[in-house]
Each structure stands twice: as structure tokens, then as C-alpha cells.
């Protein structure tokens, strides 16, 4: 069955320092977004993008977050000057369009766990 | 805006019982989709189930079904014959009519005993 890949698994970075997450999603997906999950909480909304651009954002997708989608296949998050509060575990997640009046299930890959030191 | 509440933050279920995760939700989108993902220790997010807002029928998929009850926002997850791998955490989510900006509820650890 078709997956959401994330690379890595697991990034150490130190503070101040920039950090991209890299996600294919799903071949036939068109939409992709990013959620994260601090330790211990709730799965939060970051951003959601089709067609070569945001579709949505949350309020905690601000300046230094981006997303991008370089080629045919990658989806990317950048975190620009990370902060400790960004340690977290950051899923990818794709979907295809949604129906007439449905919406379609969003397929998680296995996430990357992000560690700011 | 859209809310979604989970008010058990553990449950406990015996072995071949089934258990019913409870899950009620705020929007005021005529149009929505409400999903359920487990969460196994291993961290993964799992799609389980699926019910659009103008569905008639309460979904099923094998031993997952979706009590949805419209009127009352609600959107309970029951699980039949409860197994030992269905220990993890469950999240109920709700997303608008044009599929994006998915939201979560803080979800239920369920502990199933042998």
C-alpha cells in the first residue's frame, strides 16, 4: 500500500540553526500539509498546500516556518532560526482531492522527531 | 471556528469487549469531515475511520464504526472485540469542506487488559 515517506526520523539540531523536513507524499496526492505534536499533546495544524501554494495556515506557522515543493515529488518544511519550543514531532500528511462534498481521508507518513539543544 | 473534544483521557477495556471513545465537536460549516487515528506508542498516525457530515449512514471499517449523531455534534468511536494491539492513544479530528486544516482533539489512551 502506498505510504508518506519522512526524512529523517529523527534531527538533533542546535538553537538558531536552520532545519528543512523533507516528505514525498503519496503519488497520486494533491494536497499535502504539516502538523506537529509537542510531547505529550494534541496533534496541531501548521499548514496545508496545493497546487504550488499555501492553502491554509494556523497561527503557529509564522515567519519562520516555510513549506515548499521543489519538484514532482518532495514537500518540504523549513524551519528558519529554530527555537527550544520546536522540539517536537512533526508529521507529514497528503490527500487526495475532495470529492463532491466529501472530504477525503489525510494519510500520515511516520513523522520526523525534531530535538532543538 | 472549529472545536473538538475528547473528555476521556484514559479508558480501560477487557479483551474481546468492545469500548466506545467518545468525541464531540463545534463547527459552523455546513459541510465537514470527522476522522479518527490511532496512535500507537511507536508514534505513527494511522487512519482508522471516516464519516462525512451528509453521510446518512454511520460508517464501519471491520471492527471500527462511528456513532455519529448529528444533531447532539457528536462522533463516538466504538471498537468490537477489543485486542491487546489495540492499546494507543486515539485522536477524533474534523476537518472543513475543502479538506484542509485538520483539527484535533486531545485524545483518549485506551489500555486494553488482557
Known amino acids: 500500500e502506498p505510504e508518506v515517506t519522512q526524512t529523517p526520523s529523527h534531527q538533533v539540531t542546535q538553537m538558531g540553526q536552520e532545519v528543512i523536513l523533507r516528505c514525498v507524499p503519496i503519488?497520486?496526492?494533491?494536497?499535502f500539509y504539516w502538523y506537529r505534536q509537542i510531547l505529550g499533546q494534541k496533534v496541531e495544524f501548521l499548514v496545508s498546500?496545493?497546487?504550488?501554494?499555501?492553502?491554509?495556515k494556523s497561527e503557529i506557522f509564522d515567519d519562520q516556518f516555510s513549506v515548499e515543493r521543489p519538484d514532482g515529488s518532495n514537500f518540504t518544511l523549513k524551519i528558519r532560526s529554530t527555537k527550544l519550543e520546536d522540539s517536537a514531532m512533526y508529521f507529514c500528511?497528503?490527500?487526495?482531492?475532495?470529492?463532491?462534498?466529501?472530504?477525503?481521508?489525510?494519510?500520515f507518513g511516520d513523522g520526523t522527531r525534531l530535538s532543538i539543544l | 471556528a472549529q472545536k473538538i473534544t475528547q473528555t476521556q483521557p484514559g479508558m480501560f477495556v477487557q479483551e474481546k469487549e468492545a469500548v466506545t471513545l467518545d468525541c464531540t465537536y463545534d463547527?459552523?460549516?455546513?459541510?465537514?469531515?470527522l476522522f479518527w487515528y490511532k496512535q500507537p506508542s511507536s508514534g505513527e498516525m494511522i487512519f482508522l475511520i471516516y464519516?462525512?457530515?451528509?453521510?446518512?449512514q454511520n460508517a464501519t471499517e471491520g471492527r471500527y464504526s462511528l456513532n455519529f449523531q448529528k444533531a447532539r455534534k457528536s462522533a463516538n468511536l466504538v471498537i468490537s472485540a477489543s485486542q491487546l494491539g489495540d492499546s494507543a492513544m486515539y485522536f477524533c479530528a474534523m476537518s472543513r469542506y475543502n479538506n484542509n486544516d485538520m483539527r484535533f482533539g486531545a485524545g483518549t489512551r485506551l489500555t486494553v487488559k488482557p
Open positions: 498546500f496545493y497546487n504550488n501554494e499555501i492553502s491554509e
Open positions: 463547527t459552523s460549516d455546513p459541510s465537514y469531515g
Open positions: 503519488s497520486n496526492h494533491l494536497y
Open positions: 464519516q462525512g457530515s451528509y453521510d446518512q
Open positions: 500528511a497528503s490527500s487526495v482531492p475532495p470529492g463532491a462534498g466529501n472530504n477525503q481521508p489525510q494519510h
